[in-house]
């Protein structure tokens, strides 16, 4: 047992050094940082602006010549306040928001081992555990995205929800409650591990007082979801007009879903646990899981896999084109892989597949710990504003939806299309309603503008807005 441990504290901080490269960038990589640069001004804002943790905001201001307080409907702010509090301490820095997320989830790491080997039996567990972080949690688990942190949390609810069934422990209780209403606030599809909750309350081991206290406990969760998501979140959306994705019907994501059936089957043979060689094992150990008698394991496969394909549905176009909803699947995918091992057939090769599976997979995601040359003026974007504007101008960015660069610049407004930049109508609306220059990125193509410039380089363009008579 003891020897266990070690090893799993060894893999844990395995993963966590070699995360900690470029752990200091800003969200400059190559993939995703769309999605970190929105968390990160929600922190930033809470700094600068308003610490209320009910009314995130974002820096953009809104669409055409609404102006809005940039208040937005989206997941609780669990990790953004934990940035904003770090930064009372500290001052605010980008890569908070990376540190806090490879804590969080190295914590949740160690608890799927715990749960694992609690309902399977040590090795499985360790290996699993390293399955895991390997997979897409690899890269994913140092972003500054609440994804890998949310299904931690559920890892950690899970255990202690046990804990309390086993010992009956109020402390226990109290923690499963919790946990688990930070990991479905966070982000709703954790939810799907916490599904698993009624398969244990359905196991005759464990005392009904003990099983009638989680169940009662199991409410909490449930109510203050759908408190955040169905009343709280579209009546701030209602005010502000602003609202993150919130998915789209069934049958409408199913059929786009079929429809690009070769790009998305790709998310589930190779982008899960980013590895050629594990995609042997995991068809392995889906194979020996329904061949032999592992009720546990057939009851979490059908279980998770029909609630992920549920969320993969209604998140529409959201997932057909976007593989790091995968997080949620990877779990699952690293217990068959791990199952797959207790195989007598060439237990040896098996073996060997997995130790070249994660290397395979650590080669397959390390070029995301990079920035490239050309996105590292992106990082200078601040100080070239701050030569010529003021923090609280308004600025339009040619970002095609994405706000990277008006986070990067520090400033707030609105980010834009070339086609909308071009259009003098449109123009007209945002700088009437308060912007004040215009940034363009000339790798996103050139526009013939009428505007005075105040700055240019070979990578940006910055105009002084002014209506035109």
Known sequence: MKGIKINIYWIIGILFVLRLYGITNPPLEVNHHWRQVTGLMVARN???????????????????????????????PFMNYLMYLLSLLAGYEHWYG????????????????????????????????????????F????????????????????????????????????????????????????????????LMLWENRFAYPNKLRVFAASAAPLIMAYW??????????????????????????????FQEISLVSSY??????????????LIVGIVSVFKNKDITAKAVFVVTLGLFMIYAFISGRHFVYQHYYMIFLAPVWAILVALSLK?????????????????????????????????????????????????????????????????????????????????????????????????INKRKGEISLPYPVVYQDDTYLVCRLEIEN
């Not at 009956?168 to 939810?191: D, E, H, N, Q, R």
């Not at 190779?270 to 042997?280: A, E």
Request: glycine share 6%.
């Open 343 to 439: 195989s007598k057939i060439f237990p040896k090769v098996l073996m060997a597949l997995m130790v070249v599976g994660m290397v395979e997979a650590y080669f397959n995601q390390i070029h995301d710990f990079r920035i490239h040359d050309y996105n590292w003026k992106k990082a200078e974007l601040e100080g070239i504003f701050d030569n010529f504007s003021a923090r609280e101008d308004l600025i339009v960015v040619n970002g095609e939806g994405n706000p990277q660069e008006l986070y990067m610049s520090h400033r707030k407004g609105w980010t834009c299309k070339n086609e909308e930049i071009a259009d003098k109508r449109y123009m007209s609306e945002v700088i009437s309603a308060g912007a004040k220059y215009l940034l």
């Open 228 to 257: 955040w998501y169905y009343i709280w979140n579209p009546m701030i959306a209602a005010e502000s007009g602003m609202w993150y994705n919130s998915g789209g019907s069934i049958s409408e994501g199913a059929s786009l879903f």
């Open 46 to 76: 809470f700094l600068e602006e308003d610490n209320n943790i009910l009314y995130p905001r974002v820096d953009e201001v809104g669409i055409g010549g609404k102006v809005s307080s940039g208040v937005i409907g989206m997941e609780f």
């Open 98 to 137: 990376r540190l806090i997320n490879l804590i969080v989830t190295s914590f949740g790491l160690f608890y799927f081992f715990k749960i694992i080997r609690a309902y399977w039996d040590e090795k499985t567990a360790l290996w699993a555990s390293a399955i895991l972080g390997f997979s897409v949690w």
């Open 139 to 198: 890269a994913f688990g140092r972003k500054a995205m609440p994804d890998t942190a949310s299904v931690s949390l559920a890892f950690i609810a899970l255990w202690h929800a046990y804990k309390h069934l086993k010992e009956g422990k109020w402390v226990s209780l109290v923690a499963y409650t919790v946990f688990s209403t930070l990991a479905i606030l966070v982000k709703i599809p954790s939810a799907i591990f916490l599904a698993l909750v009624p």
């Open 268 to 281: 589930f043979y190779f982008s899960t646990l980013m590895s050629y060689s594990l995609l042997v094992l």
